[in-house]
C-alpha cells in the first residue's frame, strides 16, 4: 500500500512539475481574509487608515479579560504585522480609525470561566466591535486582527466592513494525550496560541494512560513519582494552573481526563492497592480499577477533589474507552464481591460508570464526557442528562444510536491529527461533517461540536505544533462557520494567508498547501 | 483511499490498545548500542569506568579537524550524558579508561576537504581509536560517543570491545531543497549535525527551482533581488561559507545544484536576456535558458565560477531534471539558430547538457552529477566518464540501463523524504536494497551510494528536521552497514536509543516508534 502510494504521489508530481513555472508560490495567500470564515461579511469597497497609535476604549473598562486581549491583539496589529510577508496593495483611504471602541453587555467578573453556555457572537465593524459577552469580545478581536493589514507602503489599512458572526457550535476542542509522550509546557502553551488564532474553545487534557502519569499530584505523589516517564516529565499543580489560567484568558476551556477504569498501567506503578490483578492468560498483570474495594473509591474521590481544584471547568472527561473486563472477570476478590452484592460481571460495568458519575455530579458538581464505548457498550446506562459521548469511529451509526438515547456528542471520527498522509492534508478534515448521518434535526441539534485529537504515540513536542497547525485549522473551520462554508478552492487561499498569520505569531506551522513562503 | 487508510490504522489501534499495558516506552531502548551498526563488533563481556577527566591524546596532534571534533565529543561524552534517559545498569569494571588514544596515518593539511575517495574506515577499541585519515577518526569518534554510556549511578562506561567499521558505500547523501521553501540557516546546521551522528558524508544543496532563487549571488545580485521570495529569504555568500565549512569539520560534502535548463523560472524573474520565450501553448512564458545565445554560456561561466568559489568539492550537481522542450521547439531565434547550426530539436539536449558538463570540467575541473532523465532519455549522451546518474524513480529498470552504459549511480527512489505514513513510518525507507535489480556484479559495483532527497513542497524550517529525524537514519544505516543488515526488530529498538541520542544533541527528531521517553 506504501509503495502503491508512494507511485501515486509520484505521477502527481511528474504531472506537475512539467511545463513551466513562474517564480512565486503556488497558491497566492489572500490578504486580509478570515479563518474560520464569519457567518456574514459585508465589504463597502472603501478603506480607511489605521492609526499606529490606535486605541483601544472599552465599556465597561475594567475587564481584566479584555483589557490583556487587547494588550496582545494591539501587539499583533501594529508590531507584528510589520514583519508579516502579506502585504496589501496600497488603497485610497478617507479617514484614519484613531480610536475603536468595544462594548459588551454582559458583566465581567474577575473568575469567570469560558464554559459551554458563554456567548461567543460579536459585530465587527471599522472602528467598532459590539458582543454580549466577553468571550464574543475575544473572538471579534481575533477577527480584527485578521483584516486589519499593512500596505506595501507600510501603511496599516481595514476595510469598511460589517462582519456579523457567532460559532455553528458551542464546543470546539483539541485533545492532547500527554502519557504516550510527555509534551513540554511551553508546546502547550504555543498550542493555545494557535487554538485561539483559530476560535478553538476547549482544549480537552488526556492527562493519563497506561503509558505515564505526568500528572503530579500533591496527594498522591506516588503516582508521577512512580508513574511519569522520568522526573522531568511532569506537570506540577503550578504548570496546570498556569496552562489553565493562560487558556481562560484566550476563553479556552481546560478540560480534564484521568482515564479509567482501563488505560491505567501507569497508576498501577504505585497504587497497586486500588487495581485489579488479573487472573487466566493476563495472569499478575494490573489491569482495571477494581471497584470492589472502598480504596479505589476513597482514592477516586481524593483525586478528584485535587483534580477539580486546578480544573475549574464545570465538564470532566471520564474516558472509560476500551475497557476490557477480562481483569475483572478473573479476579477472585471482585468475583467474590459481585456474587456477595447480587451482581454479575454485566452489572459491574454499570456500576463502575454510575457510581463515578453519581458521585462526580454530588460531590463535585461536574458534568461527566466520556468516550463513546460507555454509550454503545452498556446500553441503558443512567447517566446525567446533560452527559456527552465523545465519537471516534463509525460515526454514521454511532451517532444515530447515541443522541437516539438523548444524549449529546462531540465528533472527533476522522479527526484524528496524527493521521498523516504527504502533503497537504488538511481537505480530509474539512470535508468532515459532524451531521452527515441519518437522523432527525432534533437529534442532530445534539451534536455539540467536535474534537481534533492529538494522539501522541508518534507525537513528541518537536513535531505536535507542526502537526496540528495548520491541519487542525480545517476542523476549526467546520465547526465554527456555516455547514455551506465547503468551498475548498477558496479556503485554500484563505489558509495559505493564515498560516503565514500564525507563523508570523509564532506558532511552527508546517506549509499549509504547497511551495510557497508561509 | 485516505479513509481505507484511516480505517486500517483504526483496526490497528484498537487491536493495539486492547487488553493491559504496564508502565512505559513500548521499545525499550538500547544501551550503548551503535546506529548506523558498525561491520563487524567484538564485546569481550567486561567494562571499563570512563574517567570524566578523560584525555584525548591525538597523534599527530596538530590536527585541527580532529582536535575540534575532540572538543565537540568531548562534550557529547562528558556534559551532555548526563541528561540522558538512557541508563545503564551498573556494571563492575576492572579499570579506569583516563587517556584514549587517537592515531591516524594519512597527512591533515589545513584546507583539506572531504572528497569521494576518502577513507572513512576506522578501529575502535575501549582506550584506542586508530584510523588512515581524519575522516576515519571522525567517524570512530562518533562510534565511541554512542558506546560510552552513563550508568544509574552516574557512573561513565564503556564496555571492553573492537569495532572493525567501514562504510558499504562511498556516497551517503541529504539532498535539500531551497527553493520550494525558504529553509533558515540554524535548521540547516541542525541537519548537518544530525546527518554526522548517522555518518552521513554529502549535503546535495538543491539551491534553485522554479519557485525561489535564495542564492545572493554577489556577480549576479539581481537573481536573489528579485528571484527570491522576499529579501530576508536567502543565503548569503558568507551563509554559504559558514555552512560548507560546518559541513567540512565534519567530514560532509557540499555539492552545489543550479538546476538547469529547466526549473529555472526564478531566474527568469531578473535574467529573461538568458531564457527562451515560448511559443505554443505556453506562449509568452519564459521556459528553459536559452542555449543559442552567447549571453547564457557567460551567464553560466560567470555564475559557476563564484559558485565554485565557495563550494570547493570536485562534483557538481547540473540538475537536468523534468526538460520539457517545448519551449525550444516554439522559439523562433532557437529554431533559426538551430538550422544555422545543422541541428534538430534532439541535438540541441545533446549539446546543452554535453556543453555545459564539458565546460565546468574544463574551465572548472569540476565532475558532474545529472538526475537520471539526462542519461535515460538522451541515449548515448557525452559526459566524463565520472559523472554520476541519480536515480529517482523505475530504479530496477534505470540502474540497469545507467550502469549498462558505465556511469555510476546514486540511489534516492524510495527514499522521498517528504512521503509521509501515519506512525513510525523508517521502515519503508530502510527495506529500499540500492542494489535490488537484475545485473552483473561489475554493474552493481556502480552503485556508488544514495541519498534521502527533501524536496521542500510540504516542507519549511518548522517541520523539516522531524520529518527528517529519525527516518533518514533508516537510510543512513542501509549505506553505512553490510547488505545483510536487515533485521528490522534489531534496528527497532537500536533506533529508539538513537533518537533519545540525537534529542539530547539538540536535533528535533519526532519519535521512532512508538510511545515512550525518546
Known sequence: MSSFKELLLLLLIVQISRGYKEKGPRFQPTVGEVWPKPNSRINYGDYFEVSENLN???????????????????????????????KSEDRATSQIVQNFQITF???CTVNMIPNEEMDE???????????????????????????????????????NTLITDAPRFPYRG???????????VDKIIELLDGMSFNKFNVLHWHMTDDQSFPFDSLV???LALKGAYFPDMIYSVQNVIAIVEYARLRGIRVIPEFDTPGHMGSWAASHPEIMTKCGGINNGIYGLINPSVPESWEFLYNL?????????????????????????????????????NNMDNVDLRYHYLERLAANTSSSFNRLPILWQEAFIENPGLTLPSKAIAQIWFD???VMAKITGDGYRTIMSDGWYLYVLDSGGDWEKFYTVEPTNWTGTASKKELVFGGEGCLWTEFLNSNNIIPTTFPRASAIAERLWSTKETTDINDATFRLEEHNCRMMLRGVHCRPANDFGFC
Not at 121 to 148: C, D, F, H, M, P
Not at 308 to 334: M, R, S
Open 56 to 86: 483601544f476604549l472599552v465599556n465597561p473598562g475594567s475587564c481584566a479579560i479584555v483589557q490583556q486581549a487587547v494588550i496582545r491583539y494591539k501587539d499583533m496589529i501594529i508590531e507584528k504585522s510589520k514583519k508579516s510577508y502579506v
Open 105 to 107: 453587555t454582559d458583566s
Open 121 to 159: 457572537s460579536y459585530t465587527l465593524k471599522s472602528n467598532s466591535l459590539e458582543a454580549k459577552s466577553v468571550w464574543g469580545v475575544l473572538r471579534g478581536l481575533e477577527t480584527l486582527s485578521q483584516i486589519i493589514v499593512r500596505t506595501k507602503l507600510n501603511k496599516l489599512i481595514i476595510p
Open 174 to 184: 483539541i485533545m492532547i494525550d500527554t502519557s504516550r509522550h510527555f509534551i513540554e
Open 220 to 222: 498522591y505523589p506516588n
Open 304 to 340: 478528584y477533589e485535587e483534580i477539580f481544584g486546578i480544573f475549574p471547568d464545570k465538564y470532566v472527561h471520564l474516558g472509560a474507552d476500551e475497557v476490557d473486563t477480562d481483569c475483572w472477570e478473573t479476579n477472585q476478590g471482585v468475583q467474590d464481591w459481585l456474587v456477595a
Open 395 to 397: 460515526y454514521k451509526a
